[in-house]
């Protein structure tokens, strides 16, 4: 009978004669909270007090190794021990001192192992450092132990890109010392019995150098010094990486003090709110309902939109029968697939054996009646009401019972499409991001009699794509497009007022988004807001300024954007530079409306726009189109690419505060009443102290 000693609920020392076996079990990753942490210290402790072991060697239960420091005592008082003062202590281990990892060992977990004597992996374990994704750096020895053993360039690699390695290549570069297949506690048996045999050898970390490489270093420095000068940890990590080729002790000084600087900036709060966020917006009663089957897909529209659906599906490993009208759209459609399934195997993400068989799923058919045996149709059409009521109508009675009838609309009625049917409880919106291959968020748009297990369907499918999907209720728009309108507005509204369409997309560049609102515009292609803009013409409030004249007059002149070579800016073989027509454009649609120019700082811009997209936002939320703040949050980190390291649009207003915001709206109301109003909501927040913080709690 194996002696078993608990140390606490999450750690047990096994005695095996002169073997000592230290298990973590601390469910579902075995995330290294403070019991962790303590039992580890106190079982390395004893067994070394004891001195009886000859050979210590950890490893985990369960589906991993350690997953990293716990992230839900991020942000709250430290409780000791602190994990780098844990490893010290295990480093210093007088008995030799193995681990053994499986899984996915990340963060602090990869930094365990360092901390051990020698690592042996299982066949499938990825190691990682992905804190530069919470807005951190490896605090506890990962940015001293690592270069130690795979030299700087792979270090900083690894560090700032936060990827997974696999086995192979932890192998290769030192990472691990042997790779085995196997259950982790026979693993742990068997590689303390080598390290008794002298078959695997021990060494402290520590006792290795790491390779000096000045250049590696200053080469990195410069490029996140031009690239991502807003950021804050990727630099420290530099710095504490270049201090490894000292001494242990000065180095772990300098990534503890960097460490602390980095968890206390508003970064690490955004990033973690995006961690956190993009599991709660599934962790919701209707996602986790009893779902349909859904083996075979139909896609209907063989266009952008639906050639990337049907990639996004057929990557999942899901049949899909792509389904137009004409046999060039099948055609088209098909090459789109195609190319999209060729740039996944250009991008290492599919191997070619893989893209064969991957396509080899795609069945295409100019006839509907194909779609009789499908469990899911998508329709991904054109953006019109009428084509797609008669789509349902013939959906309605070509498709068996149960399968659910998907419309991909970004802003129409799923209601009124789903009244073109006679089976409203299998209507769904699923609206895709173009690239829908590419871009993570899913709209779930639940209709009024949508059935639950057909929410539940929709995120089944959502995780089964790798989607974050987010439930959104229906309106023009649901969640995104609806904010999106707004905040474009006021983009609008700024260059009518003074500012150029450069400086407004600069400013916001600044603040984070990898491009300006016109830049987007050029690259989405001006000819949908126009569309839009058409569409909404009839029911537009006459006493609201309208927005829409510059770039309604660049569209005239044909000018959509990058696929006409011109639109806000001009497209050329070097960078797009500004387009002089539109200055001109700009300077008449003043002079006709008499609008005097004024300067706008980034600053007022930013705030301009950010507070334009938080009244909508905070509309949406107290409508219900969106269940809580963070699933807006997600919406716009996963769709819209908000700055991940701002956690969203209502986690950045928290920053703000409600009280601030209506000050703001009262100053901005002045030049413009009817376009400028507090919500309710807001006023309300404002009134209690309460957050959104507060409000994703409460919900
Ligand atoms: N701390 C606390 N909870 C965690 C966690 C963590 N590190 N990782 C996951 N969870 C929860 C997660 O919220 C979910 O909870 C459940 O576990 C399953 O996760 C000092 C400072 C390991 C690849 O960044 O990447 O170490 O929703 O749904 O898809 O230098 O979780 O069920 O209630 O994601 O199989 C570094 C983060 C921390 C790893 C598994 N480590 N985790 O993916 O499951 S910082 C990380 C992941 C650090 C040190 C620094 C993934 C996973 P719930 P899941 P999965």
Avoid at 100 to 112: C, K, N, Q, R
Wanted: glycine fraction near 10%.
């Amino acid at each position: 009978m194996p002696d078993i000693e608990q140390i606490n609920d999450q750690i047990s020392i096994e005695r095996q004669g002169d073997i000592a076996l230290i298990c973590i079990n601390n469910p579902p990753v075995n995330a290294s909270g403070q019991i962790v942490r303590q039992g580890l210290q106190d079982a390395v402790t004893r067994l070394n007090a004891e001195n009886t072991a000859r050979v210590i060697a950890i490893y985990a239960a369960g589906r991993t190794f350690v997953a990293g420091a716990d992230i839900t005592e991020f942000g709250k008082p430290p409780q000791p021990p602190a994990l780098p003062d844990v490893f010290n202590v295990m480093e210093a281990s007088t008995i030799p001192l193995i681990s053994v990892i499986h899984g996915t060992a990340l963060g602090g977990g990869l930094e365990l192992g360092l901390a051990t004597h020698a690592r042996v992996g299982i066949e499938g374990l990825r190691v990682g450092l992905p804190e530069i994704n919470l807005g951190l750096l490896p605090g506890a020895g990962g940015t001293q132990r690592l270069p130690r053993l795979t030299g700087i360039p792979f270090a900083l690699d690894m560090c700032l890109s936060g990827r997974q390695v696999g086995a192979k290549e932890a192998l290769e570069n030192g990472i691990i010392d042997l790779l085995v297949s196997g259950d982790p506690r026979d693993v742990a048996l068997t590689a303390a019995q080598q390290v008794l045999d002298g078959t695997l050898p021990t060494r402290r970390t520590s006792e290795v150098e790491t390779q000096p490489d000045d250049n590696a270093l200053a080469e990195t420095a410069a490029m996140l010094k031009a690239k991502q000068p807003h950021m804050f940890s990727p630099h420290k990590i530099v710095e504490a990486i270049a201090a490894s080729t000292g001494p242990l002790a000065d180095g772990l000084k300098v990534e503890r003090q960097a460490f602390i600087d980095s968890m206390n900036t508003p970064q690490r709060a955004g990033m973690i709110h995006a961690f956190f966020g993009e599991r709660a917006v599934s962790n919701i009663p209707e996602a986790k309902g009893p779902a349909r089957e859904i083996a075979k897909i139909g896609v209907i529209g063989g266009g952008t939109m639906g050639s990337g659906i049907a990639t996004s599906c057929l990557l999942a490993g899901i049949p899909v029968r792509l389904i137009e009208v004409a046999q060039d759209g099948l055609d088209r459609g098909i090459a789109t697939v195609t190319k999209n399934l060729d740039g996944a195997v250009s991008r290492g993400k599919l191997s070619p054996e893989k893209r064969d068989a991957t396509l080899a799923m795609l069945t295409p058919s100019l006839v509907m009646d194909d779609l009789a045996d499908v469990d899911l149709v998508i329709e991904a059409v054109f953006e019109n009401m009428d084509v797609k009521k008669d789509i349902f109508g013939k959906l309605n009675t070509i498709c068996k019972p149960g399968a659910i009838l998907a419309s991909n609309t970004s802003y129409l009625d799923v209601n009124e499409i789903a009244a073109a049917t006679t089976r409203a409880q299998d209507v769904i919106g699923l609206h895709f991001f173009s690239p829908a291959h590419v871009m993570r968020l899913l709209e779930i748009v639940v209709a009024d009699k949508t059935a639950p297990d057909v929410v539940a369907s929709g995120f089944a499918l959502a995780k089964r794509l790798k989607k974050v999907g987010v439930r959104a209720g229906v309106c023009d728009g649901f969640i995104g497009n609806r904010i999106l309108a707004h905040y474009s507005k006021t983009a609008s509204y700024l260059v009518l007022d003074g500012a150029t369409p450069q400086q407004v997309d600069a400013a916001l560049e600044g603040f984070g988004f990898a491009m300006g609102p016109h830049k987007v515009g050029d690259l989405a292609g001006l000819d949908i807001g126009w569309m839009t803009r058409k569409r909404k013409a009839e029911t537009r409030d006459p006493n609201e300024r309208y927005a829409g004249d510059v770039a309604d007059r660049i569209c005239e002149h044909g000018w959509f954007g990058r696929k006409t070579g011109q639109g806000y800016y001009i497209y050329n073989a070097g960078a797009p530079i500004p387009n002089p027509e539109v200055a001109n454009i700009i300077d008449a649609v003043r002079a006709e409306k008499g609008i005097t120019p004024r300067t706008f700082t980034d600053q007022d811009i930013i705030d301009r726009y950010m507070t334009a997209m938080i009244c909508e936002a905070a509309r949406v939320v107290e409508d219900g189109t969106a269940r809580r703040p963070v699933d807006v949050d997600m919406v716009f980190l996963f769709g819209y690419g908000f700055p991940r390291h701002r956690g969203g649009p209502l986690h950045y207003a928290d920053t703000i505060g409600a009280a601030e915001l209506l000050t703001r709206i009262k100053t901005y109301a002045v030049e413009d009443a009817n376009y400028w109003q507090a919500p309710a909501l807001l006023e309300k927040m404002a009134a209690d102290g309460t957050t959104f913080a507060d409000l994703n709690k409460g919900a």
